[in-house]
T-cell receptor, first 111, second 115 residues
Framework: EDQVTQSPEALRLQEGESSSLNCSYT??????LFWYRQDPGKGPEFLFT???AGEEKEKERLKATLTKKESFLHITAPKPEDSATYLC????????????FGKGTKLSVKP | DGGITQSPKYLFRKEGQNVTLSCEQN?????MYWYRQDPGQGLRLIYY???????QKGDIAEGYSVSREKKESFPLTVTSAQKNPTAFYLC??????????????FGSGTRLTVV
């Protein structure tokens, strides 16, 4: 069964304090791994797609990496506006190709 | 601007009442999805539709129903059989069923509360 586990559940950082969020996955035939940002009371907003181990994507202070078992979302010198819940999802060969989501990591960045 | 519109933003349901959540997209996407989000939980798939006039149950379909009469519209009805409907409901779309390069496009959600 396809499964996605995100850790930690919550992360509190000081502004400028870099850290990483983890997404571990079990999937039959990974087609893609997706990172989303979700602000309170809003729908998820797409950040990155990763397809194969070793791949990296960057956007401003965010960098996503992928191995055969997990993905990391690295946040460099975060700002308060980076506070949000970050969701990881995988698309495998099963489940009709539907995305399987993790529970998310709630990030709080204090000034 | 292309996107997904969910309405209403907030909805209150009385015990034993059916309510319908609206989802409209102007992206010309074939596939549409309904997810439920509870605090501390991931997104759980309720129903999905890969093409007009066709839909399939997701992981938690009991107490819900959908229709897909038009490509642009995928309304979700929460029936009285759903015993714990209070949650945040998200509608999403994808250009076509299966492989997606940019993930799904999501609406802004409807928060349903039982009163």
């Amino acid at each position: 069964e396809d499964q996605v586990t995100q850790s930690p559940e919550a992360l509190r950082l000081q502004e400028g304090e870099s850290s990483s969020l983890n997404c571990s996955y079990t999937v039959s035939g990974l087609r893609g791994l997706f990172w989303y940002r979700q602000d309170p009371g809003k729908g998820p907003e797409f950040l990155f797609t990763l397809y194969s181990a070793g791949e990296e994507k960057e956007k401003e202070r965010l960098k996503a990496t992928l191995t055969k078992k997990e993905s990391f979302l690295h946040i460099t010198a975060p700002k308060p506006e980076d506070s949000a819940t970050y969701l990881c999802a995988v698309q495998g060969g099963g489940s009709q190709g539907n995305l399987i989501f993790g529970k998310g990591t709630k990030l709080s960045v204090k000034p | 601007d292309g996107g997904i519109t969910q309405s209403p933003k907030y909805l209150f349901r009385k015990e034993g009442q059916n309510v319908t959540l609206s989802c409209e997209q102007n992206l010309n996407h074939d596939a549409m999805y309904w997810y439920r989000q509870d605090p501390g939980q991931g997104l759980r798939l309720i129903y999905y539709s890969q093409i007009v006039n066709d839909f399939q149950k997701g992981d938690i379909a009991e107490g819900y129903s959908v229709s897909r009469e038009k490509k642009e519209s995928f309304p979700l009805t929460v029936t009285s059989a759903q015993k714990n409907p209070t949650a945040f409901y998200l509608c999403a779309s994808n250009p076509r069923a299966g492989l997606t390069n940019y993930g799904y496009t999501f609406g802004s959600g409807t928060r349903l509360t039982v009163v």
